[in-house]
């Protein structure tokens, strides 16, 4: 198994380029099943999660054509085709290993008035259950039966428009309701809809596609289903919570670093809690200038839905905060187990003290490297953060959780300046 090698206390300084997200992508590459025509999909990161759901696709019977890149874009350029869906089953063996294949459910269902999705099950970050998936598509009118670990979902007469309320905001259940909806008879109404940039992203490449929806951005979407919807293309959003990621590299080891690609106006919360850390942050041509010349400081902040701060900074901002100066306060509202990251930074010297959904993180002098591994994404990538800073060597095991996420990671930050390499077993 691949182990990232880091010797930190570096300052990061120079370029990066931001790849597409793969968030958005994960909910653009389902749309390719709503229509009979392609679909191609620009700016689409490498990374292992989009492999993924390539193969989960293929085996609906989506043909998935890589092209290179787009002039002037650093991502891949795929085209998916659905002419024929051969399979409305999504089977247990991929859905164990990615959780966004729910996302098939919704755009299945409205093609084929079919589909059967293994269920996801828990995570490394909580118990993540799908009720609120169900509900949306029953109340559009499909049947529902859980059975041998699959959800199986029919509307053999098809679906039909009808007011959906999300008691909480989803994101994957928003998701899923607005690719169920476009192909529904007669006006869905969408309330507590979640907002996240990602969302726009699937509303503006559905609408691409023909569909109709108004209210996009805002807690209430308004879908008025179409009979029929047919190829676009597309190009995916920049990735915000890589962005947010690098800008942190930026912070923790006192660089500056241009992030290039990225979109200010996805990242409103992220950059007010760096800069009251003390990153300066300003636009460029390019995108957005991150960097710090003086201390960092301990800052409060709170999970919140979009446009909150991001549960998926959480643990990079955690890493940071670990060597400001003077305490911190995060609250993690949306998952209820995401500080698996907490006792690893611990064994590299930070001072985090977690009560229930609180932590109290006190700025140490200086963190010092070590044998590391993480349970999920954001959480490697904590661990990346703070072997940048770290005093020695630190060892990441496990990369395989950032290459579902990071695209070219090591390439990206030895880019910068970064001691870094990937050491492969054998
Ligand atoms: C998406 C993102 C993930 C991010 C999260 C929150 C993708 C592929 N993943 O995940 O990176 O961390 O949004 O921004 O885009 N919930 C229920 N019932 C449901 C669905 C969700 O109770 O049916 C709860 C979850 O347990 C969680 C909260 O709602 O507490 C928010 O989860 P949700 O927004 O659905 O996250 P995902 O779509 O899974």
Known sequence: MDRIVIRGGRPLSGRIQISGAKNAALTLMPCALLTDEPLTLRNLPRLADIDTFGHLLNGHGVSTTIEGSHPGEFGRVMT????????????YDIVRKMRASILVLGPLLARTGEATVSLPG?????????????????????????????????????LTGARVTFPTVSVGATENAVMAAVLARGTTVIDNAAREPEIVDLCRCLKRMGAKIDGIGSERLTIEGVAKLHGATYAVMPDRIETGSYACAAAITGGEIELVGADASHLGATFDALREAGLACAATADGIRVSRANGLHGVTVSTAPYPGFPTDMQAQFMAMLSVADGASLLTETIFENRYMHVPELARMGADIA?????????????????????????????????????????????????????????????????????????
Do not use: F, W
């Not at 799908?130 to 199986?152: C, F, N, P, S, W």
């Open 122 to 158: 828990g995570c490394a970050i909580g118990n993540r259950p799908i009720d609120l998936h169900l509900k949306a598509l029953e109340t559009l009118g499909a049947e529902i039966e859980l059975a041998a670990g699959y959800v199986r979902a029919v509307a053999p007469k098809g």
């Open 354 to 426: 977690v009560r229930g959904r609180a932590a109290v993180v006190r700025g140490v002098a200086g963190l010092v490297g070590a044998q590391v591994m993480a349970t999920d994404l954001r959480a490697s990538m904590s661990l990346i953060l703070a072997g940048l800073v770290a005093k020695g060597e630190t060892v990441v095991n496990r990369v395989y959780h950032l290459d579902r996420g990071y695209e070219r990671l090591e390439e990206k930050l030895s880019g910068v300046g970064a001691d870094i390499e990937r050491l492969s077993d054998g």
């Open 80 to 91: 998916l085709r659905a002419n024929r869906i051969t399979s409305t089953v999504a089977p």
